[in-house]
């Protein structure tokens, strides 16, 4: 099992910024892909960006990209997720998760095993 859990969210102005993280704790050596995804209000929950675990090539969402970096730290099992220049089209509750199978960065939500509680993200205009 693999635990997660975010933290970083919060409400920003738009233009802002924020860094989320995500703590991976447990049998983490069996984490491959790690991700974040979003639910915006009334939506589905959608891809964000996503990170190798070995090598740390990198996918973006197409509405992200530019604005948002995501990383990850190995020796703390932390992936990160820099958010700049946000507007108000980013509030959403963020979600990080691994991938126990996956070891490409993959922006298939089924490919994920194990997925935090959720940050809450709030741009306001």
């Known amino acids: 099992q693999v635990q997660l859990v975010e933290s970083g969210g919060g409400l920003v102005q738009a233009g802002g910024s924020l860094r989320l993280s995500c703590a991976a704790s447990?049998?983490?050596?069996?984490?491959?892909?790690m991700g974040w995804f979003r639910q915006p209000p009334g939506k589905e929950r959608e891809f964000v960006a996503a990170?190798?675990?070995?090598?740390?090539?990198?996918l973006y969402a197409n509405f992200v990209k530019g604005r948002f970096t995501i990383s990850r730290e190995n020796a703390k099992n932390t992936v990160y997720l820099q958010m700049n220049n946000l507007k108000p089209e980013d509030t959403a509750v963020y979600y990080c998760?691994?991938?126990?199978?996956?070891?490409?960065?993959?922006?298939?939500?089924?490919?994920?095993?194990?997925w935090g509680q959720g940050t809450q993200v709030t741009v306001s205009s």
């Open positions: 990170i190798a675990w070995v090598g740390g090539s990198t």
């Open positions: 447990g049998r983490t050596f069996s984490s491959k892909a």
């Open positions: 998760a691994a991938s126990s199978t996956t070891g490409w960065a993959t922006p298939n939500r089924y490919e994920y095993d194990y």
